[in-house]
Antibody
């Protein structure tokens, strides 16, 4: 059974850094891209970026390029989403997603979400 | 960036009735469209990809159609568990974009 298990909720202050994680199991981790999707409170879904754990190649949405860093450690089947400087508008639920496909992609499995709250 | 517009924002229907949700793309996305269902407090779940192919385990009452810029998700006979949020997503052109969602309510 494919599972994506994300790290727990975080409460941080503006200006702090953060790295959240997503551990994949039940499939070959290095054979599928993994992505991140943001959902701000009461709002819709926004694609942030993806990474291919096999070679750590990444692709970002222009809206998030330079704002976050996506990485992966294939030795432990885990992907990460990192902020160097958090801001209040980063408050959101963040979902990791397994990608189906390579050139044309959609998201066939979703993690349970990690709630990030940024508040002074 | 391709803008995906879902309508209506809220759809009021009765259990057992048919629901028709629309998704429009600002430019052609061919058949490269997916639909997701999101229940309150839960992560989204893939329903449809390739505009009309049901994902594994998705009941047959869900069907998708369309190509180019106009797409439809139809729920043939609404069950109580279907009253929730639905999103479309295009994957024809980077960046990948989602619609704003349609809430199906009683």
């Amino acid at each position: 059974e494919v599972q994506l298990v994300q790290s727990g909720a975080e409460v941080k202050k503006p200006g702090e850094s953060l790295k959240i994680s997503c551990k994949g199991s039940g499939y070959t981790f290095t054979s599928h891209w993994i992505g991140w999707v943001r959902q701000m409170p009461g709002k819709g879904l926004e694609w942030m970026g993806i990474i291919y754990p096999g070679d750590s190649g990444t692709r970002y949405s222009p809206s998030f390029q330079g704002q976050v860093t996506i990485s992966a450690d294939k030795s432990i089947s885990t992907a990460y989403l990192q902020w160097n400087i958090l801001k209040a508008p980063d408050t959101a639920m963040y979902y990791c997603v397994r990608v189906y496909g390579s050139a044309l992609i959609w998201f066939d499995y979703w993690g349970q979400g990690t709630l990030v709250t940024v508040s002074s | 960036e391709i803008v995906m517009t879902q309508s209506p924002a809220t759809l009021s229907v009765s259990p057992g009735e048919r629901a028709t949700l629309s998704c429009r793309a600002s430019q052609s996305v061919s058949s490269n469209l997916a639909w997701y269902q999101q229940k309150p407090g839960q992560a989204p779940r893939l329903l449809i990809y390739g505009s009309s192919t049901r994902a594994t385990g998705v009941p047959a009452r869900f069907s998708g159609s369309g190509s180019g810029t106009e797409f439809t998700l139809t729920i043939s006979s609404l069950q109580s568990e279907d009253f929730t949020l639905y999103y479309c997503q295009q994957y024809n052109t980077w960046p990948l974009t989602f619609g704003g969602g349609t809430k199906v309510e009683i």
